[in-house]
C-alpha cells in the first residue's frame, strides 16, 4: 500500500540561515505573533547543529574573546609596569585561552537555541533551497534525516557570507587559514603572514602580534584603511606600525602562494609597489581578502530570483526581493557586512511582513574596529564630504587631555566631529582611542535625532570619563573647547 502523503509544515514565516540577521528576524517574527520556522545547517567540529552563523560560531564572538585576552596578556607584560605593578614569571596557557573562547561561543550559541524555544521559533535544522513560489513558497530542508519541504506565506533569505578566496590559494585552515582556523591556532606562530589588511587581518593580526607572534600584512590597495576616516587611518598607521610593530606592506601584488608541508612553511612571493620581487616565509598565513555572499545554492534559478553581479541578492531599500513576499537581509545584501546591520534588517523585515513599518537608517550604521586602540565611527569621513561638494566644520579632541584616559592609561588617539557648516547638523563622527566602540553609541544616538554639534556641546557629560573627548570635540567645532 502506497504511503499517505503527509501534509508539509507551514509557517507565516521561513527564515533561511540563522546568523544574527537570520536569528534576529525569527524571533522578532515570533514575537509579533507569526508562526516561524528557521531553517540553519551550521555544524560545530564535533558535528552538532548550531545556531549564530559567522557572527557567533566563527565571526564577532570569538574574535573579541581572543581580542580581550591577548590584549590581558598585552597589559601584564608591557602595561602594569606603570602602574607600580610588577610581574613575574608570566606565563601564556593558550589552551586556555582557546578553551574560553569555545566556551563562550557555546554560552551564545546555546542561548539562541533558548531563545528560539521561548519564543516559539522551529528550528529546521538542514540546508534550505527555494523549491517554487506564488501564493505559497516552498522550501526544501535537507538535513540529516532526509529531505523535507515546508511552507511559508513569507521567506526571508539570510544566508550569510564565506571568505573570499584567493585563485591559486588553497585554504587547509592548517598552514593557510581562513578566519576559521586563524581563531584556533594551538601554538603561537612565530612568523604569521597575513594577506589583506581589513577589519580581520588588523583584529587577527593584532591577537596573535599580543600573543608573540611577528605579523606581516601584506595588502594590496596603496593607502591603508582606506573606508576610515583619513585623519583616523593615518593615527592607525603611525601607532600599528610604529609601538606594535605590526609589518604592514601596502600596494604589494601576491604572485603566488605555496605550502612546504615537511617544512611546515608557507612561502609568499609578491611584488611591492615599485616593481620588486620580494619573497616572505611563514609559519602560518591567514587570507582575509574580504567575504562573498552565500547566494550560489538557494534555489534562486529555480524562483528567478535576481542576484547581482558581486553575487548579492537584489533589494530595495525595505530589503524587498521584487518576488512577492520574499526578503533578504544582512550579508547576502548590499551595504556594509556587519551584525548590526543584518540585524536591523531582520527587525525591519519582520516587522513589514506583519504589516508595520520597518525602517534601517543606513547613514547611522555604526563601524568598529576591535584593534587597540579601537577605531569607530558613524556617518560620513572627512574625505568623502569633499567629494561630495557638502560645506562642513571639523572639530577634534585628543584623548591626552581627558582625565579619565590619562587615569586608563590610554592617552592614545582622538575623537573627530563633521557637522553641516550651516545647519550644524552631526554629519560623521570618527573616533581612535579607549573604549572608542562604546563611545561611538552617543554619536550614533545624536545622528539618528539629527543633532547638532551645538546639541552635544550642551549635553552634560560624566566627569572624569572618556565621553567627555565627545563633548570637547563637538566645542571643539566652534573653536570652544574647553580643556584644550
Ligand atoms: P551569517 O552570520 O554568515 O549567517 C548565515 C547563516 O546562514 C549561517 O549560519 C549559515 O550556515 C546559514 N546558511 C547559509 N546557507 C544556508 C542554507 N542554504 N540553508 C540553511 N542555512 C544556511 N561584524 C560586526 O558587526 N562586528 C564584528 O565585530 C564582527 N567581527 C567579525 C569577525 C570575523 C572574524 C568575521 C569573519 C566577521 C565578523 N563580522 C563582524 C561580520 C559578521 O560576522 C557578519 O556581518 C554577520 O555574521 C552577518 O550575519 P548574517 O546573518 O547575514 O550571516
Ligand atoms: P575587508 O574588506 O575588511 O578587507 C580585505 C582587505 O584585503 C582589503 O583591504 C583589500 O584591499 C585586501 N585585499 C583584497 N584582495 C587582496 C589581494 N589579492 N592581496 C592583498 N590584499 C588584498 O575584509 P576582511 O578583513 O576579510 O573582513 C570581511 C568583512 O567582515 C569585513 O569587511 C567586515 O564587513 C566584516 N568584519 C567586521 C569586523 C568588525 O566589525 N569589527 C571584524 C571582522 C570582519
Known amino acids: 500500500m502506497a504511503a499517505e502523503p503527509t501534509t508539509p509544515q507551514s509557517f507565516d514565516v521561513v527564515v533561511i540561515g540563522a546568523g544574527p540577521a537570520g536569528y534576529i528576524a525569527a524571533i522578532r517574527a515570533a514575537q509579533l505573533g507569526l508562526t516561524t520556522a528557521c531553517v540553519e545547517q551550521w555544524k560545530t567540529p564535533q558535528g552538532e547543529y548550531a545556531l549564530g552563523g559567522t557572527c557567533l560560531n566563527v ?17 601584564v607584560l608591557h602595561k602594569f609596569a606603570v602602574h607600580g605593578i610588577t610581574t613575574k614569571g608570566v606565563e601564556l596557557d593558550l589552551a586556555k585561552m582557546l578553551d574560553r573562547k569555545d566556551k563562550i561561543v557555546q554560552k551564545m550559541t546555546g542561548g539562541i537555541a533558548g531563545l528560539f524555544k521561548k519564543n516559539k521559533v522551529t528550528w529546521l535544522k538542514g540546508r534550505g533551497k527555494l523549491l517554487s513560489g506564488g501564493t505559497t513558497w516552498k522550501v526544501e530542508v535537507a538535513g540529516d534525516k532526509g529531505l523535507e519541504v515546508v511552507e511559508a506565506k513569507n521567506v526571508i533569505l539570510a544566508t550569510g557570507s564565506r571568505p573570499r578566496q584567493l585563485a591559486g590559494v588553497t585554504v587547509d585552515n592548517d598552514l593557510v587559514c581562513d578566519n576559521e582556523g586563524a581563531l584556533s591556532f594551538k601554538a603561537v606562530p612565530e612568523n604569521l603572514g597575513v594577506i589583506g589588511a581589513g577589519v580581520i587581518g588588523l583584529e587577527l593580526g ?3 602580534r599580543r600573543l608573540g607572534s611577528k605579523v606581516t600584512i601584506l595588502e594590496a590597495v596603496p593607502e591603508f584603511l582606506a573606508a576610515a576616516d ?3 587611518s593615518q593615527e592607525a598607521w603611525r601607532m600599528f606600525t610604529g609601538e606594535q610593530q605590526l609589518d604592514i ?23 611591492s609597489p615599485d616593481g620588486t620581487a620580494k619573497k616572505a616565509e611563514f609559519d602560518r598565513l591567514i587570507v582575509s581578502v574580504g567575504r562573498v555572499p552565500n547566494t550560489g545554492d538557494l534555489g534562486a534559478e529555480n524562483v528567478g530570483l535576481k542576484i547581482d553581479a558581486r553575487g548579492c541578492v537584489e533589494v530595495d531599500k525595505n530589503c524587498r526581493s521584487g518576488l512577492p513576499r520574499l526578503y533578504a537581509i544582512g550579508d547576502i545584501v548590499r551595504g556594509p557586512m556587519l551584525a548590526h546591520k543584518g540585524e536591523d534588517e531582520g527587525v525591519m523585515v519582520a516587522e513589514i511582513i506583519a504589516g508595520q513599518h520597518g525602517h534601517v537608517n543606513y547613514d547611522a550604521i555604526p563601524w568598529v574596529i576591535y584593534t587597540a586602540p579601537e577605531i569607530a565611527w558613524v556617518g560620513k569621513t572627512e574625505q568623502q564630504l569633499k567629494a561630495e561638494g557638502i560645506a562642513y566644520r571639523t572639530g ?10 590619562l587615569g586608563r592609561d590610554e592617552p592614545e588617539g582622538f575623537i573627530k566631529m563633521l557637522a553641516d557648516a550651516t545647519t550644524d547638523r552631526i554629519l560623521g563622527v570618527h573616533a581612535i582611542g579607549g573604549q572608542a566602540s562604546e563611545l561611538i553609541a552617543e554619536a550614533v544616538v545624536a545622528m539618528e535625532f539629527g543633532a547638532s554639534s551645538e546639541d552635544i556641546a550642551r549635553i552634560c557629560h560624566a566627569h572624569p570619563s572618556m565621553s567627555e573627548v565627545m563633548r570637547e570635540s563637538a566645542l571643539a567645532l566652534d573653536k570652544r573647547s574647553l580643556n584644550g
Open 230 to 232: 583619513q585623519a583616523v
Open 396 to 405: 577634534r579632541f585628543p584623548f591626552a587631555y581627558n582625565g579619565r584616559a
Open 249 to 271: 606592506q601596502l600596494g604589494v601584488n601576491i604572485a603566488s602562494v605555496k605550502v612546504d608541508a615537511k617544512k611546515r612553511r608557507v612561502v609568499v612571493e609578491y611584488k
Open 59 to 75: 565571526g564577532c564572538i570569538p574574535s573579541k574573546a581572543l581580542l580581550e585576552s591577548s590584549e590581558n596578556y598585552e597589559r
Open 206 to 208: 593584532s591577537v596573535w
